[in-house]
Nanobody, 129 residues
């Protein structure tokens, strides 16, 4: 069983920055693709960013391109989401999720929540205007 624990959420002003962390334990971390998902109140859970198991291919939803950066440190079993120039519409609960990744370094990570097998409990991001 894989365990994921998010941290780093909080309250920030518009234009501010936060770095979310997702620490993974229980299995070989480097075998897993990791995604970050956001879910605002009353809305569906959507993929914000994802990274394949090798770290070489990433995905970003259009609304965060140029502002968010996903990265992974396989030595620390951790995935990070650097969030810059935050906007009120970024406010949500952010979840990290994991799924066994493709053995091909050229395959990108999944982006649909239904394709992920393991989930963290989430961390709240609030952006004040």
């Amino acid at each position: 069983q894989l365990q994921l624990v998010e941290s780093g959420g909080g309250l920030v002003h518009t234009g501010g920055s936060l770095t979310l962390s997702c620490e993974v334990s229980g299995r070989t971390f480097s075998n897993y693709a990791i995604g970050w998902f956001s879910q605002a109140t009353g809305k569906e859970r959507d993929c914000v960013a994802a990274i394949n198991r090798f770290g070489g291919i990433t995905y970003y939803t259009d609304s965060v391109k140029g502002r968010f950066t996903i990265s992974r440190d396989n030595a620390k079993n951790t995935v990070f989401l650097q969030m810059n120039t935050l906007k009120p519409e970024d406010a949500a609960v952010y979840y990290c999720a994991a799924v066994l990744g493709s053995e091909s370094p050229s395959t990108g990570p999944p982006v649909f929540p239904s394709l992920y097998d393991y989930w963290g409990q989430g961390t709240q991001v609030t952006v004040s205007s």
